[in-house]
Nanobody, 127 residues
Framework: QVQFVESGGGLVQPGGSLRLSCVAS????????VNWFRQAPGKEREGISC????????VYEESVKGRFTISRDNSKGTVYLQMNNLKPDDPAVYYC????????????????????WGKGTQVTVSS
């Protein structure tokens, strides 16, 4: 089965940090740009970050800019999302996805253009 496998979610206090990981299962993400999405209860799934394969260029949605950092280790086939200063608006299920392009496009926030997904990892922020 072709999918991503996300891990690293959990419960953290406001202001805390988590690092999410994403690995590919059934395919290689070696040539693909990879996106992180999140979906909170009752809300639409939204793209929050993307990292290109070719030059490692990154893009961020405004609400996470300066707090979240996306990175990748191609030798390990893994993409990370370092999340710092977590806020009450951040709790959601976080997903990896790719549209199988090698670069991040302007529509990186649109879940409808993604081809491969993971099942997600839950992030909870609570004191």
């Amino acid at each position: 089965q072709v999918q991503f496998v996300e891990s690293g979610g959990g419960l953290v206090q406001p202001g805390g940090s988590l690092r999410l990981s994403c690995v590919a299962s059934g395919f290689s993400l070696y040539h693909y740009a990879v996106n992180w999405f999140r979906q909170a209860p009752g809300k639409e799934r939204e793209g929050i970050s993307c990292i290109s394969y070719m030059d490692g260029r990154t893009v961020y949605e405004e609400s996470v800019k300066g707090r979240f950092t996306i990175s990748r280790d191609n030798s390990k086939g893994t993409v990370y999302l370092q999340m710092n200063n977590l806020k009450p608006d951040d709790p959601a299920v976080y997903y990896c996805a790719t549209d199988r392009s090698s670069v991040c496009h302007g529509n990186y926030r649109n879940p409808k253009v993604m081809d491969y997904w993971g099942k997600g990892t839950q992030v909870t922020v609570s004191s």
